[in-house]
């Protein structure tokens, strides 16, 4: 839900064309502030596995975001990107071992018809390259969320620290990618930039990852990626409530419909009886 409010902040409280920058403040800082509460750094083989995770996670996910989002229309990126559930259902089976569910498959579809409904528009457009872009968004935060739950977190990490681990290593990842693609940082922040910043930082960063890794290493991988679809929703949400745009018929069918998804998500799979 926290980061659904990263469209609104954005738009309306950044200073145009430096997403990227952004997106570096937001995990950068947000990692060396959980460092330093936590004095922990990784051990042995987790600095590969850290540094991993954090690329996929968040320094590969940023830059692909921004591609989508300048290539498509914001309708046809989000409806891109909640196709991560169905991506995390296959991964499981080729990463985790599980069996392949069609439940949730019919359920991450569900979704992501659902979020569709509530954000395409009628003119939307595509892109072939904002088109992958979107789906590589989608496929890299599912394999980060599956290779998560897969190594687990180290028994003497605190969900703060092994949050402060990847935000770290997405943030050094995205250091040169942000200055080669936009440049020098906005030469002057007003108050109102500098609050959206705060917030993207301490609220989108810190705390949203913080509850987001400790999710990922407790629930099963499949209910915390259908969660993903909060996202899409809060965002529209609010840009009723604060930008006056208006919701149908279809848009409120739409909602519901993710709602169900991530409600289903959370339930646990169907056994067929043998009687």
């Not at 080729?94 to 003119?123: H, I, K």
Request: aromatic letters at 8%.
């Amino acid at each position: 839900m926290a980061w659904g409010t990263t469209y609104v902040v954005t738009t309306e409280l950044l200073p145009p064309g430096h997403p990227l920058f952004a997106g570096l403040l937001r995990a950068l800082p947000a990692g060396l502030i959980a460092l330093a509460i936590t004095r922990m750094l990784p051990r042995g083989a987790w600095w590969g596995k850290a540094a991993t995770l954090g690329v996929l996670n968040i320094g590969l996910l940023f830059p692909l975001l921004f591609i989508a989002a300048e290539r498509l229309p914001g309708g046809v990126a989000a409806t891109l990107a909640a196709a991560q559930p169905l991506i995390v259902a296959v991964l499981a089976v080729t990463v985790l071992r599980e069996r392949l569910s069609a439940w949730r498959l019919a359920w991450g579809l569900t979704g992501v018809v659902g979020v569709g409904l509530v954000v395409m528009g009628p003119n939307a457009a595509l892109n072939l390259v904002g088109i992958v872009a979107g789906l590589g968004s989608a496929a890299t935060m599912a394999l980060g969320v599956t290779l998560t739950k897969r190594w687990g977190r180290p028994a003497e990490a605190s969900p703060t620290a092994f949050a402060g681990w990847q935000l770290t290593a997405g943030g050094l990842f995205l250091v040169p990618v942000t200055f080669l693609a936009e440049g020098p940082p906005p030469p002057s922040v007003e108050l109102t930039a500098a609050l959206g910043y705060l917030w993207l930082g301490l609220v989108g960063g810190l705390i949203a990852y913080v509850l987001w890794f400790r999710g990922v290493t407790t629930l099963p991988v499949n209910s915390v990626a259908v969660l993903v679809l909060l996202s899409p929703l809060v965002a529209a949400a609010l840009c009723a409530v604060l930008l006056g745009q208006t919701f149908g018929p279809i848009q409120c069918a739409g909602f519901g419909l993710s709602l169900a998804a991530i409600v289903a998500g959370q339930l646990p799979v169907p056994t067929r009886s043998r009687d």
